[in-house]
């Protein structure tokens, strides 16, 4: 009988604990990413500049690019390519999740707040 109470208490609860992603808009994308610095899960770093520079690193190289937010989504072009590419954000704690039209998704863990 105990069991059965403990085990109706942990599902209540539960979603107390749980974190969601939450959805980021125009200005809190901004806020999110103007003057940091992601790291992804493949080792690359992404520093976000407050002019609308960015700079990618993975591995020995390295893209300079330019970023800006256009409506909700958080946009980004990369030479030689002159076309923009625009992303969905949201942010849960210290990452940050991109998803573009494929729906497979891109979390960043930022560096610079730990």
Known sequence: MRRIIAAGILMVA?????EDWQDLAGPEIA??????VLQYKDGAMQNFFADG?????A??????????????QYCSV???SDAWVCYDVQRLGLE????G???DPVVGHYIDLQ
């Not at 539960?14 to 749980?18: C, F, I, L, S």
């Not at 806020?31 to 940091?36: D, F, Q, S």
């Not at 520079?53 to 690193?57: A, G, I, K, Q, V």
């Not at 940050?96 to 998803?99: D, G, S």
Request: hydrophobic share 35%; proline share 8%.
């Open 78 to 80: 990369w030479p030689p």
């Open 101 to 103: 039209h494929s729906g």
């Open 14 to 18: 539960g979603p107390v604990w749980a």
């Open 53 to 57: 520079r960015s700079l990618y690193e």
């Open 31 to 36: 806020t999110a990413l103007e003057a940091r």
């Open 59 to 72: 591995g020995a190289g390295e893209s300079w690019g330019r970023w800006r937010v256009t409506g909700d």
């Open 96 to 99: 940050i999740r991109f998803t």
